[in-house]
């Protein structure tokens, strides 16, 4: 079955240091989503990605869709101890129901 | 506005116990997904309803789950003869337009002792 892998598993950063996940799926993708997890919370919904090679911002956040829409990234630029958290991307197969959700990145900010 | 509520927050239950988890949606979204999601690991999908049909139920992980959305809106996931193994935080989202964003409730974490 769909397999999305995330890369790293934690990522320790100074504040004010830069950020960034990486996300594998083992097959094509429709579109890819990323969630953030606060401890103790549930997932919170912050973009889709559709097109191959898209890249959308959202402030310190930038987002990439691979060509190929197998992989994609989170990167956040000057990390803020509001950024703490663990990071999703989930994929979407076309076609099937449902998300497959990578394992995540829990970004720990040391002030 | 309200966003998705799940009840109750927090069951214990005692191995070969059955339970019921409940959720209540979004008012007005088509789509309710049900996951899994152990503790430091992502969410794991489960089953997905349109309205009251089930259309996928692939990722439930044996015949002792079941879940059901009678009338389109709350959704109920039952456990019957829950194991250790079971225990995790059951998370509910809805969302207006398959495929698209989900909106996560709060979970119902799950231990079986």
């Known amino acids: 079955g769909q397999q999305v892998m995330q890369i790293p598993q934690y990522q320790h950063v100074q504040e004010g240091e830069d950020f960034t996940t990486y996300c594998n799926s083992s097959t094509t993708l429709s579109n890819i989503q990323w969630y953030k997890q606060r401890p103790g919370g549930h997932p919170v919904f912050l973009i889709q990605?559709?097109?191959?090679?898209e890249v959308k911002k959202q402030k310190r956040l930038t987002f990439q869709f691979g060509e190929a829409k197998k992989n994609s990234s989170l990167h956040i630029t000057a990390t803020q101890t509001t950024d703490v958290g663990t990071y999703f991307c989930a994929g979407r197969r076309g076609g099937a129901d449902g998300l497959t959700f990578g394992k995540g990145t829990h970004l720990i900010i040391q002030p | 506005g309200a966003g998705v509520s799940q009840s109750p927050r927090y069951k214990v239950a005692k191995r070969g116990q059955d339970v019921a988890l409940r959720c209540d949606p979004i008012?007005?979204?088509?789509?309710l997904f049900w996951y899994q999601q152990a503790l430091g690991q992502g969410p794991e999908f489960l089953t997905y309803f349109q309205n009251e049909a089930q259309l996928d139920k692939s990722g439930l992980p044996s015949d002792r789950f079941f879940a059901e959305r009678p009338e389109g809106s709350v959704s109920t996931l039952k456990i019957q003869r829950t194991q250790q193994e079971d225990s995790a935080v059951y998370l509910c989202a809805s969302s207006t337009i398959r495929g698209y964003e989900q909106y996560f409730g709060p979970g119902t974490r799950l231990t079986v002792t």
């Open positions: 008012s007005g979204h088509v789509s």
């Open positions: 990605l559709v097109k191959s090679g």
